[in-house]
């Protein structure tokens, strides 16, 4: 769970660096953002605020401003432990630190991101096994809506922060990819039922998936504005995603998606050659990848375990400098992304008023004009 309350100094470096403080404290005399309080830190007071006034000084202040438009991004790639769920639960838990109203759709069976949210982790602690099966049964899960039983809202269940919610994984997501493959337009149940209406209610959508091309991950591709790709700096991952990459392209042409794609390097080690050179190489040659990764880091293995971003947990430190980059990359190339679809969708529109059909034609098309 996040920490109670945090100091002037970490939320200055969470949302950009130390140079926010005096902002924060202009801000917070002017009455733009809330007030902070006193709180007991050990023998100490200190100044700070509690993690729900987060979001209005974040969005205020930080890097990760709102989009023109909600959004959905997946997360995936055909890898086991590239950092898939880490990305997603940074990016969710910084875009509801920056006020973004988020919700987590978890994918994969394993449950990582459902984990990582804090859900059911204290089921573990609980002493009466017949009140753990009674808690778990009623959780409900995408496999209920797709049979009808529940209603989607009642598959949204909240988190620690109060603008980042959950739809969590539950052990029949297995059923459910079955029960895809067998309906008609199989690829678009999830954006058609799911993903759209998530859109009217919430600023951004984060996909988290497994590591298998199945039914749930080629729904989420098509239900994707954004797909985040991990790309893990190590050798045996090198011919893994010349594959990956070529079925990407394959599936995403036939199905004429859009989606833009985004490969982010991660477990790079800074003192090993090879490491260095495989990282060097994704810049050079995958086109979408980013400037900046993610380090193979103790710390951000903490911050997962902690259920933080890297940024709630160690904000002072160079990995959390090095994932704010990251994210304000990330940030900037959805963005682009946005004015393109803004220009493209302008461009539609004169293209439709300066028609001049040919003869014949304006006829069977009047209901157009
Ligand atoms: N910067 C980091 N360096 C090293 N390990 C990390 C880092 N950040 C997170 N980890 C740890 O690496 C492990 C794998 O990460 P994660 O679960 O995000 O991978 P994944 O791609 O989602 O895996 P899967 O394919 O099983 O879903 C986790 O235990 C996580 O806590
Ligand atoms: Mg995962």
Redo the contacts with the bound molecule.
């Keep these: 769970m996040a920490e109670q309350y945090f100091t002037l100094k970490k939320t200055a470096e969470m949302f950009g660096g130390l140079h926010l403080k005096e902002r924060i404290e202009e801000l917070e005399e002017q009455g733009v953002l809330p007030e902070s309080k006193r709180f007991r830190s050990g023998a100490l007071f200190r100044k700070g605020w509690d993690v729900n006034e987060m979001p209005l000084i974040g969005e205020k202040l930080g890097y990760f401003k709102k989009f023109d438009r909600p959004l959905a991004i997946s997360?995936f790639?055909t890898?086991?432990?590239?950092?898939?769920?880490?990305?997603?639960?940074n990016i969710a838990r910084t875009a509801a630190l920056h006020g973004h109203k988020v919700c987590v759709v978890g994918l994969?069976i394993?449950g990582?991101v459902t984990t990582a949210l804090g859900f059911e982790n204290d089921l573990d602690n609980q002493q009466d096994l017949l009140e753990v099966i009674e808690k778990l049964n009623r959780t409900k899960g995408l496999s209920d809506f797709f049979n009808n039983q529940v209603r989607l809202s009642e598959t949204i269940r909240p988190t620690d922060l109060s603008n980042l919610f959950l739809i969590p994984e539950t052990p029949e997501l297995v059923a459910l990819n079955d029960s895809l493959s067998n309906i008609n337009r199989r690829e678009f149940w999830l954006k058609e039922k799911v993903i759209d209406a998530l859109k009217e209610h919430f600023d951004l959508v984060v996909m988290?998936c497994?590591?298998n091309w199945n039914k749930l991950t080629t729904n989420a591709l098509v239900a994707c504005d954004i797909l985040v790709s991990?790309l893990e700096c190590k050798i045996n991952n090198f011919r893994n995603f010349k594959v990956f990459r070529h079925f990407l392209k394959e599936f995403k042409d036939e199905m004429r998606l859009g989606f833009e794609n985004i490969f982010i390097p991660?477990?790079y080690t800074k003192n090993r050659k090879l490491s260095l050179d495989i990282l060097e190489w994704y810049r050079a040659n995958v086109e979408g990848c980013t400037e900046h990764g993610?380090?193979?880091?103790?710390?951000?293995?903490e911050?997962?375990?902690l259920n933080l971003s890297?940024n709630e947990h160690v904000p002072g430190q160079e990995?959390a400098k090095e994932m704010r980059e990251l994210l304000k990359e990330v940030h900037g190339r959805i963005v682009n992304y946005c004015e393109f679809l803004q220009n493209r969708h302008v461009q539609d529109n004169d293209q439709a008023f300066n028609y001049v059909p040919p003869k014949g034609e304006a006829q069977r098309n009047s209901w157009m004009y």
Excluded: F, M, Y
Aim: charged fraction near 25%; avoid cysteine.
């Design positions: 997360v790639t890898k086991g432990g590239v950092l898939k769920s880490t990305l997603a639960l994969d394993q990582d988290d497994s590591p991990p991660t477990r993610v380090r193979e880091n103790i710390s951000g293995e911050a997962t375990a890297l990995v």
